[in-house]
Every structure is written in structure tokens, then in C-alpha cells.
């Protein structure tokens, strides 16, 4: 049992013991016993699920630097229990083969993790797979509006929100022009403009605003949900606003890098090439706007986009940026950055940090066990220390990469112990638990208001 703990939920704040049996949350209420963890001070969340995660990929001519272990362990050091990766499908290849690969990195996986089917290769087929996939657990489908190697047109987008809604599946889109980017990028190397700081350029907030709002006009005509991976800019959310607000079931995350880090990263002479992902950095005015649509529910997930290389990887890039692998890391650092920058600056409540990175990932990736402290429930379990301080670097941090892109920021607010299905994973900086432990997540599809 966990005794005289403050306990969180999206709803509540209350003090209250724990009771765990077999890996569940039995009850609570106040217990006596001798097995027990006091949590005295200290704030109990329900553990983290991340749903937007890019363990072991190959992707830009490399392999992203963290692999299901290190990345997960990493994962629990700051407090996430579960985790969504993608399985990207490779060109020609069947989804039921496509997941087999990743089923197989997973096996190192030291907590609890599902899939999302990235599809690239959309044709009559792979279509009739995705019933397949929905019986084996995997309730959600990726497309992209980007990439060359993975961009879909829309006749395609259309043709798998169709299936989906058959299936009671969810749709999510990279949403940004490809073809926007492809020409931007043509014409600002043919400028002579290669250095990593105009991959900001390449990348410009009308792409991603002209694609959210082409990703919700064919959803609208399906009459089926779809949700919008890493929202970056003020007028991205405002096509996602003004469609819920006359009723389509469009649903949106954005990232901590979006919430704290703007486009004058761009200028460190150093290594620019370290911010490079997509979509980029906005300019600083777009951060308060995203915080204002967590606070008002039209965002519902904070995720990482977690997609590490080590900077010799960036490096591939140097001459050109469009090689640069797009991508950060941030899969440690999720709950400690929305605790000390959200919930102590005002920007969210406690309840809405529980809400956004456990709680609604949870009901809209269809995990019900998941993203709750209530009898019943799984016991992945936070034991937060709301006072801890802690400068964070790469070389206190687990992510198996050589930078950070909040090196030298301050957080107070961090988690001391880590529980997962019952089991001490972390333990004051040390992790505890065993290694290879964590359970695929078979996931139902949605079921919240205003969902399916």
C-alpha cells in the first residue's frame, strides 16, 4: 500500500491510502499494514501514458538512438507507465508484417506499451487489413500529409477514414502541405540557404494550418473522428477550435517543445540542427495560445513526439538541412516540464496535468484500465515530489542520446518513486525494476463524449 499520500485525478484532490493487489488499485481509503511506501508530502498521479513515441525507427538514412529499453526506462524515470509507438509500415510491405518487426523490438520494453499503425503503402489490401489490426489490439491508424516516402493524397486519406469508421477506429494525421514543403525546400537550397536554420522556413505555419484544416474538412465529410498529432501553431488550433465548435469530433496534442521552445533556437551558432523536427519551433507568440487551448480543453493530450538521435546522426544534415533526421527527445521530461511550467506558473491546474498526459490519452486510445487511480484500475502510480528541483541535462537524464533541448532549465516539481502494474520501477533516481517486464496494451477503440 501507498499511505498518507495526496492523491490526483483529473477531477480531485484528496488524501487517502492506497491499496494494491496483483498489480490493480484494490481500494482506498486508510489501511494498516506493513508493506508499505509513505508517500507523506508527496502528490500521487496516475502514471503517464505517452501516446506519441518513435522507439528503435528507421527514418532519414538512420535509426532513432533510443531502443524499446532505454527508451522506456527512460520513460519511467519521468513518470510515464505506458507508452503508444508507431509502427511505420515500409514501403510494399503488409501491415500484418509491418507489425510483426515492431512486436519483436517491443520485446524490450521494461513498461506497458501499444501501437498505432502508421500506414504509407494505402492500396485495396492494406485497407482490408486494418480490420485485422483492430482485432489485434491496435485501434489506431497514422497517415501522413508529409514526407515524400510517406505522404498520402486525398483520395487515400478518405478511403481509410471510410474503413475506420466501419471499424470504430481512430484516424491521426501528421497534418502539414508536403507539397508546400517540397517546393519551399527546392527553392531556399537553390538560394544557397542549407544551414539547419532555415529548416524553419521549409516548414512555414501556413503548411501545417492548411493541412489541419483539409485533415478535418475530409473527416467532416465522413462524418468520422479524427485527431491531429503534435499542433504546433496559433492557426492550426484555430481550424481545430472552430470545427469543434460546430460539433466535428476532431481531437489535437501538441508537445512540450511546442509549450516552451520558439524559433530562435534556430539562431544558436553552435548546433541548430539539434531543434529540427517537424513541425518546427513557432515564433514565441504561439506558445500562450497553446496554452490557453490546453487550458480550455480544445487541446486534449500533451505527448512528446520522443524521436532522439545523437547529434553525430544530425550531423548527416550539415550541408543540407532537408537530411537533417527530424526529431527530439523528451519522453523523460513530459510531466516534470508541464508540472513546473504548467501547473506552478498558473498556465493549468494540477487536475489538468493528470487529465492531458494520463487521463484523456487513456479514453481516447481506448485503454479503460489505464490513466486513473480508482478500484479496479491498473496501479502505475507517480509518487511526485512537488518541491524536488532539478537542472535538467543529458547527463542526468536516461534517454540514451548526447543533448537535451531544455539543457540547463530548472524544473521543481519530480518524481522520487515510479510504480507499474504494482511493481517499483524507480526508486530516488535509481531504477529498481526488472528489465523486458512491460505488457502489450490491447486497446478498445474510444468511448468519451463527443467520441464514437
Not at 505527448?303 to 545523437?310: G, I
Request: hydrophobic share 40%.
Amino acid at each position: 500500500m501507498i499511505k498518507n499520500g495526496k492523491i490526483v485525478t483529473a477531477t480531485d484532490i484528496f488524501k487517502a491510502d492506497i491499496g494494491i493487489n496483483n498489480g490493480k488499485v484494490e481500494a482506498l481509503g486508510k489501511f494498516d499494514g506493513t508493506e508499505s511506501i509513505d508517500a507523506e508530502g508527496k502528490l500521487i498521479l496516475p502514471g503517464g501514458i505517452d501516446v506519441h513515441t518513435h522507439l528503435d525507427m528507421p527514418f532519414m538514412g538512420t535509426t532513432s538512438s533510443d531502443d524499446f529499453e532505454t527508451g522506456t526506462i527512460a520513460a519511467a524515470f519521468g513518470g510515464t507507465t505506458s507508452i503508444i509507438d508507431f509502427v511505420v509500415q515500409p514501403a510494399g510491405e503488409t501491415l500484418s508484417n509491418s507489425l510483426s518487426i515492431w512486436e519483436a523490438k517491443a520485446k524490450r520494453s521494461c513498461i506497458d506499451y501499444g501501437f498505432h499503425m502508421a500506414m504509407t503503402d494505402i492500396n485495396d489490401s492494406t485497407i482490408e487489413e486494418m480490420g485485422e489490426m483492430v482485432e489485434r489490439g491496435i485501434t489506431s491508424f497514422k497517415l501522413f500529409m508529409a514526407y515524400k516516402e510517406y505522404m498520402c493524397d486525398d483520395s487515400s486519406i478518405l478511403k481509410v477514414l471510410e474503413k475506420a469508421k466501419d471499424l470504430s477506429a481512430l484516424v491521426m494525421v501528421h497534418a502539414e502541405n508536403g507539397e508546400m514543403i517540397d517546393l519551399t525546400t527546392k527553392k531556399l537550397l537553390s538560394q544557397g540557404k542549407t544551414g539547419a536554420r532555415y529548416h524553419q522556413y521549409a516548414h512555414p505555419a501556413i503548411a501545417e494550418e492548411e493541412a489541419v484544416g483539409r485533415a478535418i474538412a475530409l473527416a467532416e465529410l465522413i462524418s468520422t473522428p479524427i485527431y491531429i498529432v503534435h499542433l504546433s501553431c496559433a492557426g492550426a488550433l484555430e481550424m481545430v477550435r472552430r470545427a469543434r465548435a460546430r460539433g466535428v469530433k476532431v481531437f489535437a496534442e501538441t508537445c512540450p517543445q511546442y509549450l516552451l521552445l520558439d524559433v530562435k533556437k534556430y539562431e544558436d551558432p553552435f548546433e541548430p540542427s539539434k531543434y529540427v523536427m517537424s513541425p518546427p519551433l513557432r515564433e514565441r507568440w504561439n506558445l500562450d495560445v497553446l496554452w490557453r487551448g490546453l487550458s480550455s480543453g480544445d487541446l486534449q493530450v500533451v505527448s512528446t513526439d520522443h524521436a532522439p538521435f545523437f547529434m553525430r546522426q544530425k550531423e548527416m544534415g550539415k550541408k543540407n538541412f532537408s537530411k537533417i533526421p527530424n526529431g527530439v527527445p523528451g519522453i523523460e521530461t513530459r510531466i516534470p516540464l508541464m508540472y513546473s511550467e504548467g501547473v506552478r506558473r498558473g498556465r493549468i491546474s494540477l487536475n489538468q496535468l493528470v487529465e492531458i498526459c494520463s487521463t484523456a490519452p487513456a479514453k481516447l486510445m481506448g485503454m479503460p484500465q489505464k490513466g486513473m487511480i480508482a478500484p479496479g484500475s491498473d496501479a502505475d502510480l507517480v509518487i511526485f515530489d512537488p518541491d524536488k528541483e532539478v537542472t535538467l541535462s543529458h547527463e542526468n537524464l536516461h534517454q540514451r542520446t548526447d543533448y537535451t533541448p531544455y539543457e540547463g532549465m530548472s524544473v521543481v516539481g519530480y518524481p522520487v518513486k515510479v510504480i507499474a502494474n504494482g511493481e517499483l520501477l524507480v526508486d530516488n533516481g535509481e531504477f529498481v525494476g526488472e528489465k523486458k517486464r512491460g505488457k502489450f496494451i490491447r486497446r478498445e477503440p474510444c468511448n468519451i463524449a463527443g467520441g464514437r
